[in-house]
């Protein structure tokens, strides 16, 4: 019998033996279980706790969402020799960046967290901090979907295929375990998801200031706040974006990095001093492996992706991010790779093509752990916002940042000059990192594809260009189209 995927979630769990450094550590899958005999105990509970953080131990989640933005826009060019990811540089149609059947099994496990537990089984406490990392990861499911499928709310075309399109995505809340308790829903518009996305992070928000793990690799209050400036600043809310990135900063422990620390701030064996909320991947028992991992395409193995021309002419000589680059050589012959395209004399006196070495796998076996919000973000949202929302100095944490990656600070004057000079440090700070096609989208920006690309042969993307937003699954599509009340059958992106 036909049903959407959505309803062919089954409710098993991996049970784990973990430990509080390392939720994810040593999965042993045992197959399906009952409702009742995952919820009926602590060690049910906080293994299906810790099979719900595992939903994005996938390659959607690290080597996807990270590498995918920055090919899509102007960061990252697929390197001539290889076809790796080459559609995203290309900007084929349909970006496939939705990840759609990871993210609602990531909201499907965080709802029956927050509606499932019976009483008594978790101490108080226990159960609300749990609660709270459901709602904030439920919530970051949500706004990745809704970015990747529908545009900002108050930003669709005015001309155009897309012209007047608000439509998001589903919006499912409650948790099922068998197909009878799922049904077909419509997609909602880009106003109705992103009401559901704050209400989940500022439940997330008051139920974790009760207490919350005090680990990057678990969701804190400080995660949730980052993540709701993240998305009050795609709505366009300037005011509560700033607010909320400066009550982050207020929570967390983390600090941006010194000069001295950049260099190694994405090395897990040192610890990234940033990190607000990262997917910590143990090397032994979670690495994604040779042919899906971050390293495998940027550093250590197919080198498919690589710095842009475009990328590296936005570092200044002394830049402190530099040290993210270095030349490109293949890691098994130890020869350098000449197709690897981009210079900058600030690296052995630009005489050496480049590669970059963000993801450098330093635990081995291709594993790198996934920093998904840090420090640097909260400054650039606050910039951002204050030079957009007319509020506080715009500079202020724009230059702060700066110092401590060796700069001068900026002196621009107008609003547009300063949201530029706010935009180019992200690209700079956040390359590989999964923002740039992101921040040129909601901005309803053109893509300027970088002149390398196949000869220059790759056309810019206009805002209006239906490949602005990713199709919804043709699957799902066909599915509701053929069983769904009139009511609920999905629509499809404009032009697909």
Known sequence: MKKIKYLLIVFTVSLFTYSCTDLLDNAQPTGQISESQVFGSVGGVEAFRAGMYARLN???????????????????ASRPTTTRYSGFAENTLGNGLSSYDDAYELINDAS????????????????????????????????HLVRVHGYEPGMEPATGLGSGFDLGIEIRTEGVTTASEADFRPRKTNVQ?????????????ELLDEGDAGTEFYVTKAAAEAL?????LYERDFANADLYASRALAST????????????????????????FTLDVNPTTESIGINLSLSAYTSTQWLAMVPTQTQMDLYENGDARLAWFAPCVNDVTGQAIASCMATHPGINGGADVLELQKWNAEQGSFADDIPYLRVSELYLIQSEARARGGLANPLTPLNELRANRGLAPVVPVTTDDIVNAVLEERQR????????????????????????????????????????????PAGEIALSEALAPADSVLIQNPGY
């Open 429 to 472: 700070e956040f390359v590989a990192e999964g923002h740039r096609f992101f921040d040129l989208k909601r901005l309803g920006r053109t893509i300027t594809k970088p002149a390398e690309l196949l000869g220059g042969v790759i056309e810019d993307v206009q805002y209006t260009d239906i490949r602005i937003l990713d199709d919804y």
């Open 193 to 205: 998801v992103y009401s559901q996305i704050k209400r989940d992070l500022l439940e997330s928000i």
């Open 112 to 143: 029956m967290i927050i509606n499932r537990i019976p009483e008594g089984v978790l101490d108080e406490e226990t159960l609300t901090q749990y609660r709270g990392e459901a709602f904030m990861l439920r919530a970051f499911a949500m706004h």
């Open 228 to 232: 709701l400036a993240r998305v009050y």
């Open 58 to 76: 996938v390659q959607n989640y690290q080597t996807e969402y990270m590498l995918g933005p920055g090919a899509l826009a102007d960061e990252l």
């Open 253 to 276: 422990n983390a600090t941006l990095a010194t000069p001295a620390q950049v260099a190694t701030m994405f090395d897990e064996t040192v610890g990234n001093p940033e990190a607000i």
